[in-house]
């Protein structure tokens, strides 16, 4: 039987680049269609399965997702709260990921990268 390993607290930050449309997804839809695509890529790069938790923490904006909507996301571990992986994703205004990319240990934090 395979154990599914916790990542906690998935902080997020959103940056809308386009303008809105009216049959968009918000971007919450956006938030966790990248939270889904990291732990599918952890769960893959370590053969193990994982899972996440969206932080209360997170900045999600109300509006409409744009035609590319960058996310910006830190994984916590849910123990000792120290970020195990970064990436940046772009989604598109249906929530669907078109790309993400998983950064170094050094990059700043997503609050900072989002600035």
Not at 4 to 13: I, N
Not at 23 to 47: F, H, N, P, R, T
Not at 76 to 101: F, G, Q
Request: with cysteine; charged share 30%.
């Amino acid at each position: 039987m395979k154990h599914v390993k916790s990542v906690f607290a998935v902080a997020a930050l959103v940056a809308i680049s386009s303008p809105t449309a009216a049959l968009a997804a918000k971007g919450e839809d956006g938030l966790e269609a990248c939270v889904s695509a990291l732990v599918k890529d952890l769960s893959d790069a370590q053969d193990y399965p994982m899972q996440a938790t969206i932080s209360e923490d997170s900045f999600v904006a109300e509006e409409r997702l744009g035609r590319r909507t960058r996310i910006h996301l830190d994984a916590r571990d849910p123990v000792s709260r120290e970020i195990v992986a970064k990436a940046d994703c772009i989604v598109n205004r249906h929530a669907e990921v078109v790309r993400l990319e998983r950064l170094p240990d050094e990059a700043p934090e997503a609050k900072t990268r989002s600035l």
